[in-house]
């Protein structure tokens, strides 16, 4: 069954980067994109961006462009999502989401906190 | 952006009774080569990642129950519950993904009235 892993929650000061993985199993890795989609508490979805796992390319959304990195390693099915210059209205879960007609599987979500 | 704009925000039906959220598009979201709509249905419980329920705006996904269904006039893109069961109490999105940047409608809570 397809499955879609996060790494645990993160702590992280106003300034710092975290990065985020997600691995995938159950179906192969190269033949869907990942998206990423955060949820602030309480609050709704918001799509962050693509990458394909066919050649690393990626489309980010204007609201992170500049600070976020998505990229894969094929040779792990794993997708990461980097977030640089956290502020505190960054704190949200973070999903990872296999490419889709509908997003059809999620990851279980990645609480990342930024605090000082 | 493609805005995608829900009604109402949160609605209370009772048991066994018809729930219909309203989901709007800011501009067409389907290629006239395939007049197909590029909208999907979400149900969020708490702490869970959403469920895809509706795809192609009226597409119900494996497992789903018969009791959601989707549908779409104009701009206009409903989801309907036909008889409300207590384990639908969620909050329900919409999104279009026919375009980046996928965006999401602002929710819509359902509760038991």
């Known amino acids: 069954q397809v499955q879609l892993v996060q790494s645990g929650a993160e702590v992280k000061k106003p300034g710092a980067s975290v990065n985020i993985s997600c691995k995938a199993s159950g179906y192969t890795f190269t033949s869907y994109g990942v998206n990423w989609v955060r949820q602030a508490p309480g609050q709704g979805l918001e799509w962050m961006g693509w990458?394909?796992?066919?050649?690393?390319?990626?489309k980010y959304d204007q609201k992170v462009q500049g600070r976020v990195t998505m990229t894969i390693d094929t040779s792990t099915s794993t997708a990461y999502m980097e977030l640089t210059s956290l502020k505190p209205d960054d704190t949200a879960v973070y999903y990872c989401v296999r490419e889709g007609f509908g997003f059809m599987f999620w990851g279980q979500g990645t609480l990342v906190t930024v605090s000082s | 952006d493609i805005v995608m704009t829900q009604s109402p925000d949160s609605l209370a039906v009772s048991l066994g009774e018809r729930a219909t959220i309203t989901c709007k598009s800011s501009?067409?979201?389907?290629?006239?080569?395939?007049?197909?709509?590029?909208l999907a249905w979400y149900q969020q419980k708490p702490g869970q990642p959403p469920k895809l329920l509706i795809s192609?705006?009226?597409t119900r996904a494996s497992g789903v129950p018969d009791r959601f269904s989707g549908s779409e006039s104009g701009p206009d893109f409903t989801l309907t519950i036909s008889s409300l069961q207590a384990e639908d109490v969620a909050v329900y999105y919409c999104?279009?993904?026919?375009?980046?940047?996928?965006?999401f409608g602002q929710g819509t809570k359902l509760e038991i009235k």
């Open positions: 990458i394909t796992t066919r050649n690393g390319n990626t």
């Open positions: 192609w705006a009226s």
């Open positions: 501009q067409s979201i389907s290629y006239t080569s395939n007049n197909k709509n590029y």
């Open positions: 999104q279009q993904y026919f375009i980046t940047p996928y965006t």
